[in-house]
Each structure stands twice: as structure tokens, then as C-alpha cells.
């Protein structure tokens, strides 16, 4: 097995070095001069009744292209400066590898291309009236080439790194560059329940692939200048749980899955953190301390480390069912003080812990239904007496929990929004923002009630699916991911109510960074049901996107296009970038340098949408 092992840190420095040497590049140069003046009248026949003047035409070719242009007396083309305005007006059209300025009749030309070879071969002519001993008219070149272009194409990478894995998680047995050095198997994806008849996504957690580098924080909205949370679960490597290939116990493995968040922009890893208090949470608790070991050496703390409380953590402590009501609330108040004693002395005293205002912020998943003899009251007896206990802390904590309603309690500091997932229906797989209803109720009462209390964190939810089928705990619940669609329509609905003339909301959290199970992964980059088919005609590249599901696949989740040529050792070279969704066509002829190419569309998607390239056509220039 082919094994290799991505430092994003190297890749950053590689990528920067190319940069620089990309802008180290120089065009090349070179002049032509028109000079003489228009000859006649001279008189073949013998007398003053013929009057003859020359006439001719000036061509100038730079790399295999001509211009021409003609002089007569009678086309009024007879001054040096109209000759030289009119070649350089044909040197500046698109299929021209040069641009072209004028001053007085010099004919200055910049190759379009950079580097060595642009330095074009460079040739003019000049043709006229046999009846005169030469030419009225000579076009002088500085020289046989253009000259002054230095450096040469600089390749971004190889094909196989363009089109290979670059994500954390460990790659399918299909990734041309083999797996990920700290992974101990392949992981080819996870289907959804064969029994959901009519299922859009049936592929709800697919291999990872090559996807998008742009920040999730341009999902959000314009301008949006919060802090993003990416959620993140602790157990792979568990046997209780499905392989994914890696195990999170492996400092190796979490440095690289730190090092991708960072790269996709997240600000915190918000770790679900299942406690201190039960020794069968062993293993969750070790990556817990590995992640946070990780992130506390890198310098300026450039990702924060928050803890995700977990009602998981306190279950095996404070059963949910045969303690009276009164046991039940005394137990959780002390296993929860317990906790945050915990979390107080191991992390969050460390300047990598996530504080907002100058305080560490503690999130709670789960709620009072997990203990049914409990009423409202004793949960909220239950939180005040934690925030009594922590707000003897030499920096008191922030508490918040998953959005049911927000309310006036001192302990309660905000709300986060989560996934609510439908029973699978072939109807109720699209309702991806309720689970009672195909309007996005749960998430348009949550940020409405965020505006309404503006003195307690909001906290949005970006999320591209739902499928638990995967999970030991499967409940047959499902949110079709509608090729990436879902994934916007989340980013969509934090933007009708924040930015722009309302208010920004402060933080925004991704729904999650690894809970394959519940098929909400996002590290392994998301499926936008595209594929590319490019083909050539003559220098025009042209492409066109393939939807494996017509319904659902949606340009929306495409960014841009990338035009790539590649040499015969598969070294890519970029000959466009940023082309518009909308655009399906190029021309190559001043884009790629002379020689035989390959050449590759690459469908760069919208933040953590898998990119895909095209295949490869053979262009000659």
C-alpha cells in the first residue's frame, strides 16, 4: 500500500514558495519600428497620363501569429504611424500571445505569458510594387525573439495530488495516491438503509475526496466576521464504534484533523466531551486531552479548544430512571460541579481555551428530557446551583445549550442550533429544517428568537444532511443532503435574519466536523452529485457539468472553474483560474505556453463541496 503523509504546515510553505516564484516571472518583450515613406508617382508609361505609386503590405508574426496590414495611396494607408496603429490594433486581439502599444511608429510587444518561453520568435515582412527598386516602407524587429522573459511555468502539484484525498480522514481504496500514513484502513464511505425506498442521498457519507480549500466562513454570509465552531466527535479507533480508519487516541491523527479545520476555517474545535467520571469513557477522554495537547502547543493558538458537555458524560453517574426526583437533581448538580471542576483545572485556564467577553464557554448537548422525573423547575435548580459553584472560578464560565427556547435564567448565556432530523419518508427526507414540517420552522424560530435576545449568544447551525442509519443507535432518521443543497440552505437561513443592516451573529457552528454514523461528517468534504466532461476544438477548451442526479444538482454549489495544463509527467500548471460557474469555454492560445499539453477543468465547489476535475485533452500549440 502506497503511503503517504500530508503535512499541511509543508504544503502551506510549498504553496507559498510557488507563489512567490510564479511572481518572479517576466513576460517577454521585443519592438518592431515602421519607418520610409509612401514612393511616387512614378511613370511606367512614359508620359505624365500614369501616375504610379507603391503599394504593399507590412506583416509582423510573433510566435506563429500574423498581422498584416496594407499601404497604398489609394487605401489612404501611406503614413508610418497609420501603418504601425493598425498592426498593433490586430497584435491586441484575444488570439494574440502578445499585447501591443504604440509610440509613434514603434510597436512595443509584451507576451501575455511569463516566463522563459515567451520569449517568441519574432519576424516581419514586407512586400510592394515590382515597378519600384524596394519597398516604400521596412518594418525593423529589435531582434529574432522576444527577450527578457525569465522563469518558467510553476506547477502547483502533480495530477494525483490535485485529484487525491486532501483531507484528515483516511482515503477510499480507490485514491490514486494511496492512504494516509497514520491511518490502519481504507474507508470507502457509508451507504444509506437499502429499505428507504426512494432515498435522494444514497451516499451519505462519501470517501474523502479533493475538496474546496475556501473558508466555510464565506458560507455564512457577506462580511461576516464571527468565529465558526466545528463540532467534533472523539471516538473513532473505538471497537463499540465504526471504523473509519484512523484512531483519535493517535497524536498524529488529531494534529492532522487540527491542522485541516484550521485550513478550512474553522476558529474552535468544540469536542463532545463524554467527562471524567466514567471509566468506560476512557478513550474518549485520552483524544479529549489529545486534541486540546495539540492545540495548546501551536503558536498564538490560531484554533480554540471548547468542550461540548455531553449528557453521555453524566448518564452512568446519575441514572435517568429509579432515583426519586430529589436524588436525581442532587446528583446531577454534583456530577455537573465535578465536571467543571475538571474542565476548570485541566483546560480552561489555558489561553487556547474558547472564551467570549474574557470567559470560557461551556456548551451542553442534551436537556432535561433525558431525566423524565425531572420538571423545569428542578433543571433549572440544577443549572444555578452549577453556575453558583463555577462562578467562584477565578474567571466564571458561560453556559449554552441547544436551542428549545431561550430564557432569562442567569445560568443560561445562549443558545446553538441543531440538525432535527425526520423518521425517513420519501417526503420527509426534504424536510431539512424541522422535523415536523417541510418549512424550516425549527431554525427560523431559533434566529428569531436569537434578535429577540440580543444579550445571549446565538449560535447558527451549518449542516449538510442527516442519516443515522450507520449509527448502533439508528433511528431510521434522515435529511437528504440534496447534492450540497442542504448545506447552503443552512448558510441561507442564518443570512435572512443576521448581517447586512441586522445584526451579525457572533458565532456560526458546523453540524459536524466527524459524526460519520449520523452521516453529518463534513471532514470528508461533501458530494454535489457533479462530474466534468471537457473536450477541444482546435484552441478552444470547452466542458460541461454531468448531474448523476438532475433533480438536485445545483450550480449554486460550484464556485468557479480552474483550467489546468499538464506535462507529461503529470506536473500541472494553471492556465486560468476563477473562471465564472457560468462560463464553459476557453481559448487557449494565449493562456498555455508552445508545446504538447494536457489539459484539465477542475470544478472548484463552494466551501467544503468536493471538487472534481474533468478528463484530460490533448492540445498542441
Known amino acids: 500500500m502506497q503511503v503517504r503523509l500530508r503535512v499541511l504546515a509543508v504544503l502551506f510553505t510549498f504553496l507559498c514558495f510557488a507563489l512567490e516564484a510564479a511572481q518572479a516571472q517576466t513576460p517577454g518583450t521585443g519592438w518592431v519600428n515602421i519607418t520610409g515613406s509612401l514612393q511616387g508617382p512614378i511613370y511606367p508609361c512614359g508620359n505624365s497620363t500614369c501616375p504610379t505609386y507603391d503599394s504593399g503590405q507590412i506583416t509582423i508574426t510573433v510566435n506563429g501569429f500574423t498581422v498584416a496590414t496594407n499601404y497604398s495611396k489609394a487605401g489612404s494607408q501611406k503614413m508610418t504611424t497609420q501603418l504601425a496603429n493598425a498592426l498593433a490594433a490586430k497584435l491586441n486581439t484575444a488570439a494574440s500571445p502578445v499585447t501591443a502599444t504604440v509610440a509613434k511608429t514603434k510597436i512595443t510587444m509584451t507576451s501575455k505569458f511569463a516566463g522563459a518561453l515567451s520569449n517568441y520568435p519574432l519576424s516581419t515582412a514586407v512586400t510592394y510594387n515590382a515597378q519600384f527598386t524596394k519597398a516604400s516602407f521596412a518594418a525593423t524587429p529589435s531582434g ?101 480508519g484512523y484512531n483519535e487516541n493517535s497524536s498524529a491523527t488529531v494534529a492532522a484533523q487540527n491542522s485541516f479545520m484550521l485550513t478550512e476555517g474553522c476558529d474552535i474545535n468544540l469536542v463532545d466531551y463524554y467527562g471524567s467520571l466514567d471509566t468506560k469513557q476512557s478513550f474518549n477522554l485520552t483524544t479529549t486531552n489529545t486534541v486540546f495537547g495539540d492545540l495548546n502547543t501551536r503558536t498564538g493558538y490560531p484554533l480554540k479548544f471548547g468542550i461540548l458537555e455531553d449528557k453521555g458524560a453524566l448518564k452512568s453517574t446519575c441514572p435517568t430512571s429509579g432515583q426519586t426526583e430529589t436524588a436525581t437533581v442532587s446528583c446531577l448538580q454534583n456530577a455537573l460541579i465535578t465536571e467543571m471542576d475538571y474542565v476548570n483545572a485541566n483546560y480552561a485556564n489555558s489561553p487556547v481555551y474558547w472564551t467570549d467577553a474574557g470567559q470560557p464557554v461551556i456548551a451542553y448537548f442534551g436537556g432535561k428530557s433525558d431525566w423524565p422525573i425531572l420538571t423545569s423547575a428542578d433543571w433549572d435548580s440544577v443549572w444555578a446551583a452549577v453556575k453558583a459553584h463555577t462562578d467562584g472560578y477565578s474567571t466564571p464560565f458561560k453556559y449554552v445549550f441547544q436551542f428549545g427556547s ?10 446553538y442550533g441543531w440538525v432535527q432530523p425526520p423518521v425517513y419518508s420519501s417526503t420527509q427526507q426534504f424536510w431539512w429544517g424541522s422535523n415536523a414540517s417541510a418549512i424550516p420552522t ?35 432518521r434522515v435529511v437528504a443532503q440534496q447534492c450540497g443543497q442542504v448545506l447552503l440552505k443552512t448558510a441561507s437561513e442564518i443570512a435572512k435574519y443576521f448581517g447586512g443592516s441586522n445584526p451579525q451573529i457572533p458565532y456560526a457552528q458546523v453540524i459536524t466536523w466527524n459524526d460519520y454514523e449520523e452521516g453529518t461528517a463534513t471532514e470528508d468534504g461533501v458530494d454535489n452529485c457533479y462530474t466534468v466532461n471537457s473536450s477541444i476544438t482546435g484552441s478552444t477548451l470547452n466542458w460541461s457539468l454531468i448531474a448523476s442526479d438532475s433533480t438536485y444538482a445545483s450550480t449554486t454549489t460550484v464556485h468557479h472553474f480552474t483550467v489546468y495544463y499538464a506535462d507529461a509527467s503529470g506536473n500541472l500548471y494553471v492556465a486560468a483560474a476563477n473562471l465564472p460557474v457560468s462560463t464553459n469555454s476557453v481559448d487557449l492560445s494565449s493562456l498555455v505556453p508552445p508545446g504538447t499539453w494536457t489539459m484539465y477543468v477542475e470544478m472548484v465547489g463552494q466551501p467544503l463541496i468536493i471538487n472534481r476535475m474533468s478528463n484530460g485533452v490533448t492540445y498542441i500549440h
Do not use: M
Open 144 to 244: 529574432p525573439t522576444l527577450t527578457g522573459g525569465t522563469g518558467g511555468p510553476v506547477s502547483i502539484g502533480t495530477l494525483l495530488h490535485q485529484t487525491s484525498n486532501n483531507t484528515s480522514l483516511c482515503s477510499s481504496s480507490a485514491d490514486p495516491t494511496g492512504n494516509l500514513a497514520y491511518c490502519n484502513a481504507f474507508f470507502d464511505g457509508f451507504n444509506s438503509n437499502p429499505n428507504d425506498i426512494g432515498a435522494q442521498t444514497l451516499i451519505p457519507v462519501s470517501p474523502a475526496g479533493h475538496i474546496s480549500n475556501l473558508s466555510i466562513k464565506q458560507l455564512v454570509y457577506p462580511g461576516w466576521n464571527g468565529r465558526l465552531i466545528c463540532e467534533y466527535q472523539p471516538w473513532f479507533g473505538l471497537s463499540s464504534h465504526k471504523s473509519v
Open 406 to 415: 431561550f430564557t432569562a435564567n442567569a445560568y443560561d448565556s445562549g443558545r
Open 442 to 476: 425549527y431554525l427560523d424560530n431559533f434566529y428569531s428568537a436569537g434578535l429577540n435576545h440580543p444579550s445571549q449568544l446565538t449560535i447558527g447551525a451549518l449542516y449538510k444532511g442527516f442519516d443515522d442509519y450507520n449509527a448502533s443507535w439508528s433511528a431510521n
